[in-house]
């Protein structure tokens, strides 16, 4: 099966500091993963597009200088959360669709539960 | 602007009952559906996927259908039990795009 691995499950920061979370696909190769964000109560959104060897495409309304985004290899991204407040204190999620396979459906990590105090 | 709507946004039944998750999309030009079970503080588990030109998917006790013309897609549990207890989202992959849509989520709970 396909699986992407989400590194750390959680994290706390102090507010000024910056966090990577990184995000694997580990028996599969991925040449674009997403990065959703979830608010309580709420639908996941989509913060960005991370494409391997390129520039991600963020969504409208997302800082890309605050979430640094970097895809460097067929199975790794990584987003950075800079210089964090306690606004961005939420659950970040990846997810990765097998490469070259459209009729596959998506898998996502394990989530990440980001704390800024 | 594709919007997917779930409903109901919570659900409370005893064990054992049969149950139908909702989920309606605004636009048809969709290229497959996904549903997906959280639970709290975790990730999201792939449960069943349509592709556009399918009607339906089974997977154990779970039977998800598809009716791309109207928009909607439903998630059947049969004999619901308490580890079914989570949220289920329901997203569409728009053609031409990777992008998925999410639903809130219908929040499920099976009483012992």
């Known amino acids: 099966g396909a699986v992407v691995s989400q590194h750390p499950s959680r994290v706390i920061c102090k507010s000024g500091t910056s966090v990577k979370i990184e995000c694997r696909s580990l028996?599969?190769?991925?040449?674009?993963m997403f990065w959703y964000r979830q608010f309580p109560k709420k639908s996941l959104m989509l913060m960005a597009t991370?494409?391997?060897?390129?520039?991600?495409?963020?969504e409208q309304g997302v800082e890309k200088d605050k979430f640094l985004i970097n895809h460097a290899s067929l199975t790794l991204s990584t987003l950075t959360v800079t210089s964090a407040h306690p606004e961005d204190s939420s659950f970040y999620i990846c997810?990765?669709?097998?490469?070259?396979?459209?009729?596959?459906?998506?898998?996502f990590g394990s989530g990440t539960r980001l704390t800024v105090v | 602007k594709q919007e997917v709507t779930q409903i109901p946004a919570a659900l409370s039944v005893p064990e054992g009952e049969n149950l139908v998750l909702n989920c309606s999309f605004t636009d048809s030009a969709i290229y497959n559906l996904q549903w997906f079970r959280q639970d709290p503080g975790k990730g999201l588990t792939s449960l069943l996927l349509i592709q556009s030109s399918q009607r339906e998917q089974t997977s154990g006790r779970l039977n998800a259908s598809l009716d791309k013309s109207s928009g909607r897609s439903t998630l059947y549990i049969a004999a619901s039990q308490p580890g079914d207890s989570a949220t289920y989202l329901c997203?569409?992959?728009?053609?031409?795009?990777?992008?998925?849509?999410f639903g809130k989520g219908t929040k499920l709970t099976v009483n012992p």
């Open positions: 997810s990765a669709r097998r490469r070259g396979a459209p009729n596959y459906g998506y898998t």
């Open positions: 028996d599969f190769q991925a040449t674009t």
């Open positions: 991370s494409n391997e060897g390129s520039k991600a495409t963020y």
């Open positions: 997203a569409v992959s728009e053609g031409g795009s990777e992008k998925l849509v």
